[in-house]
Antibody
Framework: QLQLQESGPGLVKPSETLSLTCTVS??????????WGWIRQPPGKGLEWIGS???????YYSPSLKSRVTISVDTSKNQISLKLSSVTAADMAMYYC??????????????WGQGTLVTVSS | QSVLTQPPSVSGAPGQRVTISCTGS?????????VHWYQQLPGTAPKLLIY???NRPSGVPDRFSGSKSGTSASLAITGLQAEDEAIYYC???????????FGGGTKLTVL
């Protein structure tokens, strides 16, 4: 059974860079069959797509976050990473990694991690 | 404000049928892109319920069904159960925003 697990600091200072890792088990991110994505959810609010990546490194980012986001893959560790720079209180959210149901970033997300809560505070 | 509009809340009694609407435009699923639906139970990650407008992943009960017509999409739940109480989100791709977008979510209350 495919499992995704987010990890990283739960507290980030304003203006610093948020760095999260998603470790995939039960399957290989090197499979040519899937895109992988990051989604976030501020407390009590809705879902926001951040971006998606293919195992080759090809990426698609939300235009509203593109200037601050980097998503990458480490196939040797079976991990996907997210970096978000210059964070503010508006970036405080539960961050989820998820798998697209196919080789397009337009496909639905069929497997999700449990999420990791990131607080932005000095 | 999302480009996909959902009602904030719907409710129904056990055993009843409820529908949750998602209104889009020609730049997203009205223009041919797929619409997907997710269920988020309290304190948990979203779960895929419907993909590609009307397809159910393995393990999702057939009480859940999806449909799409023009710029409107709907999620229908029949035989409502207490465990269906959750927030439901629609999702599609918007070619003006060049982004995957989610609706604002609809909270389903089982009376």
């Amino acid at each position: 059974q495919l499992q995704l697990q987010e990890s990283g600091p739960g507290l980030v200072k304003p203006s610093e860079t948020l760095s999260l890792t998603c470790t995939v088990s039960g399957g290989s991110i090197s499979s040519s069959s899937y895109f992988w994505g990051w989604i976030r959810q501020p407390p009590g609010k809705g879902l926001e797509w951040i971006g998606s990546v293919y195992y080759s490194g090809s990426t698609y980012y939300s235009p509203s976050l593109k200037s601050r986001v980097t998503i990458s893959v480490d196939t040797s560790k079976n991990q996907i990473s997210l970096k978000l720079s210059s964070v503010t209180a508006a970036d405080m959210a539960m961050y989820y990694c998820a798998r697209h149901r196919g080789i397009s970033p337009l496909r639905a997300f069929d497997y999700w991690g449990q999420g990791t809560l990131v607080t932005v505070s000095s | 404000q999302s480009v996909l509009t959902q009602p904030p809340s719907v409710s129904g009694a056990p055993g009843q049928r409820v529908t949750i609407s998602c209104t889009g435009s020609s730049s997203n699923f009205g223009g041919g892109y797929d619409v997907h639906w997710y269920q988020q139970l309290p304190g948990t990650a979203p779960k895929l319920l419907i993909y590609g407008d009307s397809n159910r992943p393995s393990g999702v009960p057939d009480r859940f069904s999806g449909s799409k017509s023009g710029t409107s999409a709907s999620l229908a739940i029949t035989g409502l159960q207490a465990e269906d109480e959750a927030i439901y989100y629609c999702q599609s791709y918007d070619n003006i925003l060049s982004a995957s977008v989610f609706g604002g979510g609809t909270k389903l209350t089982v009376l």
